[in-house]
């Protein structure tokens, strides 16, 4: 069973910087898709940034720019760098892993991390 575990939210005033890492238990985690969600308070979840296998990733229009994923498959690691934060960033920010494909639908991720709370304020 691979399990995900996010760290590195907090407290951080506008215009801040975090870095999130999302750490898995899986042998293979190098053949995951890994997509990094939010959600925030009152608010739908919604995928932020993914990364393929390959390297290759893809971001949510908002935090295009100053958001960056990246993922270290030797220590089965992957990384949310956030730049530039503001209020509209706050939620509880969690990974999801998934074999090969990504996708923005939370419903397709059958496994996830408990989630790490992210909080900026202006």
């Known amino acids: 069973q691979v399990q995900l575990v996010e760290s590195g939210g907090g407290s951080v005033q506008t215009g801040g910087s975090l870095r999130l890492s999302c750490a898995a238990s899986?042998?293979?985690?190098?053949?995951?898709?890994v997509t990094w969600f939010r959600q925030g308070p009152g608010k739908e979840r919604e995928g932020v940034a993914y990364?393929?296998?390959?390297?290759?990733?893809e971001y949510y229009a908002p935090v295009k720019g100053r958001f960056t994923i990246s993922r270290d498959n030797a220590k089965k690691m992957v990384f949310l760098q956030m730049n530039s934060l503001n209020p509209d960033d706050t939620a509880t920010y969690s990974c999801?892993?998934?074999?090969?494909?990504?996708?923005?639908?939370?419903?397709?991720?059958?496994?996830w991390g408990q989630g790490t709370q992210v909080t900026v304020s202006s």
């Open positions: 999801a892993a998934r074999r090969y494909a990504c996708s923005w639908s939370p419903g397709d991720y059958g496994i």
């Open positions: 899986a042998n293979d985690y190098s053949s995951f898709c």
């Open positions: 990364i393929f296998p390959n390297g290759n990733t």
